[in-house]
T-cell receptor, first 115, second 114 residues
């Protein structure tokens, strides 16, 4: 079955520390990849996406992610986190299968940034 | 246990026609959501509901109406379809506000407006 794994469930960092959140998926075909963020009390917000082309994608708020096809990974990075980055982060995969439309989310990573 | 079921799976409408998409969940979830997925974009929230009889606007509500008369059903209506509403629509449900961790998504509805 298709699935998305996020290895870190809870991460605590100090401000200015670097961040890397892991995301691996299980699907052998073409995929669209996303990272979403959910701030406390708010709905999902798209951070960045990969559809094709340069595997290093840049998103909002200084986030970036790298698609490594051979590793089925799409890890999220930020060089220097801020207190306002405290939120829950979700990796999502949209497998491209003709005639079917799926959206598979990872279980999420709760990030807490200490001021 | 069916989870979240969307009907129909595919539909082609003419501009100006109306239709209703049905989302049904059998998990007794309070929260239900309608999203649209367009090429090159992520999910965008259209409307959501935090319980039976309640609805609220999301990010892109214009041109859509919703109703949650029964807890298990969340209907998305298009009164006068426009080509800009050509999209794939996803319904989701969850127990509470921390939706995505334990959210369930429907299989999607591909709507084409010509």
């Amino acid at each position: 079955a298709q699935s998305v794994s996020q290895h870190n469930h809870h991460v605590i960092l100090s401000e200015a520390a670097s961040l890397e959140l892991g995301c691996n998926y299980s699907y052998g075909g073409t995929v669209n990849l996303f990272w979403y963020v959910q701030y406390p009390g708010q709905h999902l917000q798209l951070l960045l996406k990969y559809f094709s082309g340069d595997p290093l994608v840049k998103g909002i708020k200084g986030f970036e992610a790298e698609f490594i096809k051979s590793k089925f990974s799409f890890n999220l990075r930020k060089p220097s986190v801020q207190w306002s980055d405290t939120a829950e982060y979700f990796c999502a995969v949209n497998p491209i299968t003709p005639g079917t439309y799926k959206y598979i989310f990872g279980t999420g990573t709760r990030l807490k940034v200490l001021a | 246990n069916a989870g979240v079921t969307q009907t129909p799976k595919f539909r082609v409408l003419k501009t100006g026609q109306s239709m209703t998409l049905l989302c049904a969940q059998d998990m007794n979830h309070e929260y239900m959501y309608w999203y649209r997925q367009d090429p090159g974009m992520g999910l965008r929230l259209i409307h959501y509901s935090v319980g039976e009889g309640t609805t609220a606007k999301g990010e892109v509500p214009d041109g859509y109406n919703v109703s949650r008369l029964k807890k298990q059903n969340f209907l998305l209506g298009l009164e006068s379809a426009a080509p800009s509403q050509t999209s794939v629509y996803f319904c989701a449900s969850s127990l509470g506000q921390g939706m995505v961790r334990k959210a369930f998504f429907g299989q999607g509805t591909r709507l084409t407006v010509v």
